[in-house]
């Protein structure tokens, strides 16, 4: 069974970086594009940030733009999330996800999630 | 950006009952929206895509209708572990990938 699991959350300062991962079970992680998601305490889902299944194509949500960086490594089958100059309002559980197309694209497979606490 | 709103908010049923919920787009997204349900703890999964195809392993009371920009999520008859809390989603027009602020269904 694939699966994707999710590590590097913690407690961080404002101001401060981290560096999440997402490990892929299974040898198909290079044939999907990869996204991170989160979820702040009590809210809603927020997309973050697309990595298609090369690498070669890259996309941010404004509210993260200029601070995250995706990247992966289809040798090693992960998939990352360097986040720098990290704010209150970035406290949330991290999701990797991955996407599929059925007849457009959506995510069929999630991990569990990786919790962010910005605070000092 | 597509906007998705919700509604309603919050549903309280009672199993065995039947659960309507709806998402409405800003602007046309044609057929593609996904909808994924949420229980506490657990990441989202995903219940139906293309508006109105079950994905893998989903039950048959689950079901999506709807194009352009009204859509709804039917749930035939509720059972106790569908209570949750339901997003709609679309990536027609990206970036952003949008979902919409969700639905708590509740038991009554």
């Known amino acids: 069974e694939v699966q994707l699991v999710e590590s590097g959350g913690g407690l961080v300062q404002p101001g401060g970086s981290l560096r999440l991962s997402c490990a892929a079970s299974?040898?198909?992680?290079?044939?999907?594009?990869m996204n991170w998601v989160r979820q702040a305490p009590g809210k809603g889902l927020e997309w973050i940030s697309y990595i298609s299944s090369s690498g070669s194509d890259i996309y941010y949500a404004d509210s993260v733009k200029g601070r995250f960086t995706i990247s992966r490594d289809n040798a090693e089958n992960s998939l990352y999330l360097q986040m720098n100059s990290l704010r209150a309002d970035d406290t949330a559980v991290y999701y990797c996800?991955?996407?599929?197309?059925?007849?457009?694209?959506?995510?069929?497979?999630w991990g569990r999630g990786t919790l962010v606490t910005v605070s000092s | 950006e597509i906007v998705l709103t919700q509604s309603p908010a919050t549903l309280s049923l009672s199993p065995g009952e039947r659960a309507t919920l709806s998402c409405r787009a800003s602007q046309s997204v044609r057929s593609y929206l996904g909808w994924y349900q949420q229980k506490p703890g657990q990441p989202p999964r995903l219940l139906i895509y293309?508006?109105?195809n079950r994905a893998t392993g989903i039950p048959a009371r689950f079901s999506g209708s709807g194009s352009g920009t009204d859509f709804t999520l039917t749930i035939s008859s509720l059972e106790p572990e569908d209570f949750a809390v339901y997003y709609c989603q679309q990536r027609i027009n990206w970036p952003p990938i949008t979902f919409g602020q969700g639905t708590r269904l509740e038991i009554k």
């Open positions: 996800a991955r996407e599929v197309n059925w007849g457009y694209w959506y995510f069929d497979l």
């Open positions: 299974g040898s198909t992680f290079s044939r999907y594009s």
């Open positions: 293309d508006a109105s």
